[in-house]
């Protein structure tokens, strides 16, 4: 059975950084394109960043580029979102996502081609 854990989340200033990890378990990562969705309070769950299972293709939505990274190590099963310059549109619940059907080097944004996933984390940027 495989399991994602989110970790590294908290209640952050405007301007600092956090970096959230997800471990899984069950399976290899490396098998999977993994990716981090958020859910804000009263909004539908929205895409933040995948990598394809060999770190070749990465992608991030609009509103994270150039702040947030995604990468992984699958010697460790982790994967990870650092999240600098954070900003009060930033507070959501924060998932991790496992895709085993994904091709090598491909992602999907959409949420639907996510087999597993974590029980989220919470991360708040007060202003």
């Known amino acids: 059975q495989v399991q994602l854990v989110e970790s590294g989340g908290g209640l952050v200033r405007f301007g600092v950084s956090l970096r959230l990890s997800c471990t899984v378990s069950?399976?290899?990562?490396?098998?999977?394109?993994m990716a981090w969705y958020r859910q804000a309070p009263g909004k539908w769950r929205e895409f933040v960043a995948a990598?394809?299972?060999?770190?070749?293709?990465?992608g991030y939505a609009d509103s994270v580029k150039g702040r947030f990274t995604i990468s992984r190590d699958d010697a460790k099963n982790t994967v990870y979102l650092q999240m600098d310059s954070l900003k009060p549109m930033d507070t959501a619940v924060y998932f991790c996502?496992?895709?085993?059907?994904?091709?090598?080097?491909?992602?999907?944004?959409?949420?639907?081609?996510?087999?597993?996933w974590g029980h989220g984390t919470q991360v708040t940027v007060a202003s």
């Open positions: 990598i394809s299972r060999n770190a070749n293709k990465i």
């Open positions: 996502a496992a895709d085993y059907r994904a091709d090598i080097s491909s992602y999907s944004q959409d949420d639907h081609d996510y087999q597993h």
């Open positions: 069950g399976r290899t990562s490396s098998g999977a394109a």
